[in-house]
């Protein structure tokens, strides 16, 4: 059985990730500073990995084949931007560190899309689209950042270590419960998001069901041997989080998308997830259209 440890268990990619590795078999160890790690977990810690001794710790005590590391401050602008960037930070070097020096065999970091610099207050553009693992990032706050540094300190340690490294950049990650009403990590519901586009729209309308997201997590876990350490993968779902064609929709919410935005069609994201299906064999399998009637 795989022991596999998930930090920010408690979150709302974390449950998903903890119930659904749990289903698959594994040994599932939820690590998180707050309370609501799903019952599926083995066992349970609320250990501060801000601390290289507390991260040391907990990778001696449980001795995990797999690391997950998703703990994070998740929203960006909740708390102060140094606060944001100092934490998210030192918890993606933490975690590397003490994974690679106490023999975990893979671990998969969370990122974010957010690196790619979409609203910034200056305005921003992509280069093309839809936008996929190449296309330059241009972080402007502290998440966003925050997130890019956790990338490269997660490539730092693939390129020095046995343990095989690499990263998600999970889309606008939507919880079970989100489609039945609960508000989103932005504060508003997926209905609001849909019938007013300029509040996904920032986002170029990204999105992912957690439950997918934890799906490709599992599906990387078990490639992770024969792929080159420090990949980085982008997910999310096949369509995207609107009623109407991007091609007409983005111009419409920023216009300096015009003229890269004419080449989607039909439903087609702005975000491309097609290394992960190449490389992985994954593609999400739920969308916004059934979800939400479910809800």
């Not at 160890?29 to 507390?54: F, Q």
């Not at 989100?178 to 999105?207: C, K, M």
Request: aromatic residues 8%.
């Amino acid at each position: 059985m795989t022991r596999t440890l998930v930090t920010g268990s408690a979150g709302r990619l974390g449950r998903s990730v903890v119930t659904a590795l749990a289903q698959a078999g594994h040994e599932v160890i939820g690590v998180d500073v707050v309370p609501g790690t799903p019952e599926e977990a083995a066992h349970t810690l609320p250990a501060d990995l801000t601390d290289l001794g507390e991260a040391y710790d907990v990778m001696a005590h449980f001795r995990p084949d797999v690391v997950v590391h998703l703990a994070a401050i998740a929203t960006p602008f909740s708390r102060t931007e140094g606060h944001i960037f100092r934490t998210n930070t030192q918890l993606a070097f933490n975690v590397c560190e003490a994974a690679a020096n106490t023999g975990v065999g893979r671990v998969v970091v969370a990122s974010s899309p957010t690196v790619i610099g979409y609203g910034a207050p200056h305005g921003w553009a992509p280069r093309y689209l839809p936008i996929d693992e190449d296309h330059p990032a241009e972080p402007w706050n502290a998440y966003s950042l925050s997130k890019l540094v956790a990338e490269q300190t997660m490539a730092a340690f693939a390129r020095n270590s046995e343990t095989k490294f690499a990263a998600v950049r999970p889309c606008f990650v939507v919880a079970p419960e989100e489609w039945a009403g609960a508000p989103t990590q932005s504060g508003h519901t997926i209905a609001e998001r849909l019938d007013r586009p300029e509040i996904a729209g920032v986002s170029l309308f990204n999105y992912i069901d957690a439950r997918d997201a934890s799906d490709m997590i599992g599906v990387l876990i078990e490639r992770l041997w024969d792929l080159p350490s420090g990949e980085v993968f982008f997910a999310g779902a096949a369509d995207a989080l609107a009623r109407e064609p991007l091609a007409e929709l983005l111009p419409a919410v920023n216009p300096a998308t015009a003229a890269t935005a004419a080449t989607l069609t039909g439903t087609s994201p702005a975000f491309s997830s097609a290394k992960a299906e190449r490389m992985l064999g994954w593609t999400a399998k739920r969308d916004w259209r059934s979800e939400l009637e479910i809800g």
